[in-house]
């Protein structure tokens, strides 16, 4: 099982808008709607901030959406902070056998 | 509060073996499945395992089939991962999840497990 692709990174200034994108294929990101999002800060653990595509835990601010079409699914934080820079991994259910896999990561840079 | 504390990691030489523990509380752990995720110093992360609420079903990445033997006790709110034949590559921050649906919901904060001579 291929991890996903995400971009290495992406940036923008406070309150701007940035989009990662998260790219499978038939066999997991668009085979199911059932791919997440987690938000891991410097030497902390991973956090959930979105699953199913696109509903948020409670507790996680609605700057944050999750979307998806075709093989590709799509992140993006609205209003950007100081405190959204951090790395952001998609994950998405590949079936049974293998049943999880991850995306590469995306840091997140707030300029 | 939901609380998950991995523990038992350390320096292992390529060959060997080590168990990992993730006590967990104040969820019902015997609802949840559970996950185990590796994070290889500067790199992404990798699902590993998997365990039914029940230990019914279990799966494994083909990175550790035939070497891990992931296990729980419901009764001890414990999750376990006996790792043998340890390698290099084997160097990672181990984590375990919860997981509600398909997903990871709760993460310890990890316990680093490194293969060297």
């Known amino acids: 099982q291929s991890a996903l692709t995400q971009p290495p990174s992406a940036s923008g200034s406070p309150g701007q808008s940035v989009t990662i994108s998260c790219t499978g294929t038939s066999s997991d990101v668009g085979g199911y709607n059932y791919v997440s999002w987690y938000q891991q800060h410097p030497g902390k653990a991973p956090k959930l901030m979105i699953y199913e595509v696109s509903k948020r835990p409670s507790g996680v601010p609605d700057r944050f959406s999750g979307s998806k079409s075709g093989n590709t699914a799509s992140l993006t934080v609205s209003g950007l902070q100081a405190e959204d820079e951090a790395d952001y991994y998609c994950s998405s259910y590949a079936g049974s056998n293998n049943p999880y896999v991850f995306g590469t990561g995306t840091k997140v840079t707030v300029l | 509060e939901v609380q998950l504390v991995e523990s038992g990691g350390g320096l292992v030489q390529p060959g060997g073996s080590l168990r990992l523990s993730c006590a967990a509380s104040g969820f019902t752990f015997s609802s949840y499945s559970m996950n185990w995720v590796r994070q290889a110093p500067g790199k992404g992360l990798e699902w590993i395992s998997y365990i039914s609420s029940s230990s019914s079903t279990i799966y494994y990445a083909d990175s550790v089939k035939g070497r891990f033997t992931i296990s729980r006790d419901n009764a001890k709110n414990s999750l376990y991962l006996q790792m043998n034949s340890l390698r290099a590559e084997d160097t990672a921050v181990y984590y375990c999840?919860?997981?509600?649906?398909?997903?990871?919901?709760?993460w310890g904060q990890g316990t680093l497990v490194t293969v060297s001579s």
């Open positions: 999840a919860s997981a509600t649906s398909y997903d990871f919901d709760y």
